[in-house]
């Protein structure tokens, strides 16, 4: 998995060595089956994966001070070992209008198409960045199979939260 795992030289290789690369990004913080199904839809565009790991710096900014839950360097091991994944990389330290913090990996990498959720709050955003780049961007649902239970990542932080002050029997 570790040679899955890229940094932001690797970028131009990648691209002179794949056709059709497609690129997605977030924090995946608490990793879920959403994720999973998530990478399945992105991969379905193309031949190969790139996925974006938000950094802690950015996640701390976006989420809060208590997050992330678990390390960038965890979260993008974690990320590589998913089957269609093909290359992960920890995104950069700087956020910029619509939550990009990724706009120099996405020019270095020249993606052929830039994968989002359809209900993304910085769709527009994200959109003109696809257009000043040649990006082609297409969106996917937060659908899953029936036998899947949606479920966010902030879902299971605050169920967690909950079990460990329901066991030391503190109010809620």
């Given at each position: 998995?570790?040679n899955?795992?890229?940094?932001?030289?690797?970028?131009?290789?990648?691209?002179?060595?794949?056709?059709?690369?497609?690129?997605?990004?977030?924090?995946?913080?608490?990793?879920?089956?959403?994720h999973?199904?998530?990478?399945?839809?992105?991969?379905?565009?193309g031949?190969?994966?790139?996925?974006?790991?938000?950094?802690?710096k950015?996640?701390k900014?976006l989420?809060?001070?208590?997050?992330?839950?678990?390390?960038?360097?965890?979260?993008v091991?974690?990320?590589?070992?998913?089957?269609?994944?093909d290359?992960?990389?920890i995104?950069?330290e700087?956020?910029?209008d619509?939550?990009?913090?990724?706009?120099?990996i996405?020019?270095k990498?020249?993606?052929?198409?830039?994968?989002?959720?359809?209900?993304?709050s910085?769709?527009?955003?994200?959109?003109r960045?696809?257009?000043?780049?040649?990006?082609?961007?297409?969106?996917?649902?937060?659908?899953?199979?029936?036998?899947?239970?949606?479920?966010?990542?902030?879902?299971?932080?605050?169920?967690?939260?909950?079990?460990?002050?329901?066991?030391?029997?503190?109010?809620?």
């Amino acid at each position: 998995m570790k040679n899955k795992i890229i940094d932001y030289n690797d970028l131009e290789k990648i691209r002179k060595k794949h056709q059709n690369i497609v690129f997605c990004s977030g924090c995946f913080d608490v990793l879920h089956s959403g994720h999973a199904y998530f990478f399945k839809q992105c991969k379905e565009f193309g031949d190969v994966l790139v996925v974006d790991v938000g950094s802690d710096k950015v996640i701390k900014s976006l989420k809060g001070l208590e997050r992330p839950i678990n390390s960038q360097n965890n979260r993008v091991y974690l990320i590589s070992a998913f089957q269609d994944v093909d290359y992960a990389i920890i995104g950069g330290e700087e956020v910029i209008d619509g939550k990009i913090d990724f706009k120099e990996i996405m020019e270095k990498l020249k993606p052929d198409i830039f994968v989002l959720n359809d209900d993304d709050s910085a769709i527009e955003q994200k959109r003109r960045l696809c257009n000043e780049l040649g990006v082609e961007m297409k969106m996917v649902s937060r659908v899953l199979p029936d036998f899947l239970k949606m479920i966010s990542s902030t879902e299971i932080i605050k169920k967690g939260e909950k079990d460990v002050r329901n066991s030391w029997n503190l109010e809620l």
